[in-house]
């Protein structure tokens, strides 16, 4: 158990519609990193935030967004669906900004599994 | 473009034997990179890890290698044991001044009892 946390597991709806995926880090991580799996793909960086701000942004949608609250939980809203956008979504987290990667390991939740249909 | 490559989907390796994972990359910029361990409907966890001021990392049965010159790596596991069978993701990061991992497509590591 990394101590990272992601809700729902499990999240079907349509095309077209908006949902959001849950993250609660490790207690005393500051920064929260999304990626997203695509089947038989690896894990690609959306986004990260770090302490309440938005850090870097990677491959993401404009019709994804997300944020982090002052509890430092995240949430990742994904808006007008569509079948591509069914994947695993993981949240992970780290201590610090993520700068040094030697001494900022990032350790990752179970995962949310989207299926749009 | 993919940047960091694990050409193996799947490799299957008799208990007690050792496995061995790859790893290649090709942006000369990657200093820093970690192996993953993922189970199914878990994350991934990470294992091991290694910079690129070294050419190898051991922790317990898990040696990371790294060959700069051929910017190839490899995980080895020995002995090999059924709770290894999982699947293997190699990432890479430049060691400072970054924050996000960049992650081949993963090997599928069957143990067989």
Redesign the interface.
Known sequence: D?G?T?TPKHLITATGQRVTLRCSPRSGDL?V?W?QQSL??????LI?YYNGEE??K?NILERFSAQQFPDLHSELNLSSLELGDSALY?C?SSYG??????TD???????TRLTVL | DQQ?KQNS?SLSVQEGRISILNCDYTNSMFD?F?W?KKYP??????LI?I?SIKDKNEDGRFTVFLNKSAKHLSLHIVPSQPGDSAVY?C?A??????????????TRLKVLA
Do not use: M, N
Request: hydrophobic residues 30%; aromatic residues 24%; charged residues 10%.
């Open positions: 990394s990272v992601q920064s990193y990626y038989d793909q690896g894990l690609q960086f990260q850090r870097a990677g993981f992970a900004t993520g700068f040094t990667a030697s390991t990032q350790y990752f939740g179970p995962g | 960091v989907p820093y970690l993953y409907a878990e994350g991934p966890t990470f890890s910079s993701f990432a990061s430049r060691g400072s001044g970054t924050y996000k991992y960049i992650f081949g497509t993963g």
